[in-house]
T-cell receptor, first 115, second 114 residues
């Protein structure tokens, strides 16, 4: 296990369609995070999990967005009825829960384009 | 409402010289600060962090300075190398530390000229 992986790396969809992204964290990490990054901006926090429990959700995460981590390992982020404003890079990160000094380890991201 | 501000969008320095990247924050609840580096088509990579109880943390060529009263931190890279050319993000979290919600700045694009 060399790092956080995300699938797919790119997704093009039409407005109104549903999309689902997957994130596989580093295996020993029990915390998993989702961020969104648009052009010219830094990553914006969406939500994070400790094991299977969703600990915090941003107000950015509208009702059309849902994230799950059913077995405390991989996570999925689903966007329903996509809008053009959802076009962004969706980043996943993981970390251990105990360490306060280390950073979160990011995956390469899934780039979503909504036509 | 930008709580973490990186006001200079870009910086260009000569190889071997010092790079100084600045970051300001407005939220007094921030207690922990991190710098990330990002290359194109890759996710951000953690560089260095600092807790609010310190004013300096050093790791090899990278040093982060924190001025809590001014709500300002800076990343020094000495000496700068062409491979340091990337986008650098400043990030902050509250007392929960690095393994909770991070708030990022917009990033600074560093170019190191050979």
């Amino acid at each position: 296990d060399t790092g956080v992986s995300q699938d797919p790396r790119h997704k093009i969809t039409k407005r109104g369609q549903n999309v689902t992204f997957r994130c596989d964290p580093i295996s020993e990490h029990n915390r998993l995070y989702w961020y969104r990054q648009t052009l010219g901006q830094g990553p914006e926090f969406l939500t994070y999990f400790q094991n299977e429990a969703q600990l915090e959700k941003s107000r950015l995460l509208s009702d059309r967005f849902s994230a799950e981590r059913p077995k405390g390992s991989f996570s999925t982020l689903e966007i329903q009825r996509t809008e053009q404003g959802d076009s962004a890079m969706y980043l996943c990160a993981s970390s251990p829960s105990g360490s306060q000094s280390g950073g979160q380890f990011f995956g390469p991201g899934t780039r979503l384009t909504v036509l | 409402d930008q709580q973490v501000k990186q006001n200079s969008p870009s910086l260009s320095v000569q190889e071997g010289r010092i790079s100084i990247l600045n970051c300001d924050y407005t939220n007094s609840m921030f207690d922990y600060f991190l710098w990330y580096k990002k290359y194109p088509a890759e996710g951000p990579t953690f560089l260095i962090s600092i807790s609010s109880i310190k004013d300096k943390n050093e790791d090899g060529r990278f040093t982060v300075f924190l001025n809590k009263s001014a709500k300002h931190l800076s990343l020094h890279i000495v000496p700068s190398q062409p491979g340091d050319s990337a986008v650098y993000f400043c990030a902050a979290s509250d007392v929960r530390g690095a393994n909770s919600k991070l708030t990022f700045g917009k990033g600074i694009t560093l170019s190191v000229r050979p």
